[in-house]
C-alpha cells in the first residue's frame, strides 16, 4: 500500500513555474515507477511524464522542453518542475505510482494547477 500526497499547485502567469511534489509513503519507493497525470475540464486524465528508477523519463509531446520529472528516492519524493507554462497547462495534476511487480497503480488527491493571467 502506498499513499501520495501532492503540494505545489497554484496560480501563475503565463511564462511562469511551479514546482509539484508529492511524497510517497507506506512502501518502498524504488520498486514503483512513479509519474504525473493531469486531468483539465471537460477532458480525460492524460500522462504528463513518468520516471523510474535507472531508466530515461518519459513525457508527453506538449510538455518535452518545458517541464522535467525527477525523484528522490532517499526522501520518497518524485517533483515535476513545469517552466514556461501555458494556459493550455490548467488542469488538476495527478501523482501515480505503479508497482514494478504487480503494476497495480496508486493516485493521490490532485493538486490544482492555474495558468492564467
Known amino acids: 500500500q502506498v499513499q501520495l500526497v501532492e503540494s505545489g499547485g497554484g496560480l501563475v502567469q503565463p511564462g511562469g513555474s511551479l514546482r509539484l511534489s508529492c511524497a510517497a509513503s507506506?512502501?518502498?519507493?524504488?520498486?514503483?515507477?512513479m509519474g504525473w497525470y493531469r486531468q483539465a475540464p471537460g477532458k480525460q486524465r492524460e500522462l504528463v511524464a513518468t520516471?523510474?528508477?535507472?531508466?530515461?523519463?518519459n513525457y508527453a509531446d506538449s510538455v518535452k522542453g518545458r517541464f522535467t520529472i525527477s525523484r528522490d528516492n532517499a526522501k520518497n519524493t518524485v517533483y515535476l518542475q513545469m517552466d514556461n507554462l501555458k494556459p493550455d497547462d490548467t488542469a488538476v495534476y495527478y501523482c501515480?505510482?505503479?508497482?514494478?511487480?504487480?503494476?497495480?497503480?496508486?493516485w493521490g488527491q490532485g493538486t490544482r494547477v492555474t495558468v492564467s493571467s
Open positions: 520516471s523510474t528508477s535507472g531508466e530515461r523519463a
Open positions: 501515480n505510482a505503479r508497482q514494478i511487480a504487480t503494476a497495480r497503480n496508486y
Open positions: 507506506g512502501s518502498i519507493f524504488s520498486m514503483y515507477a
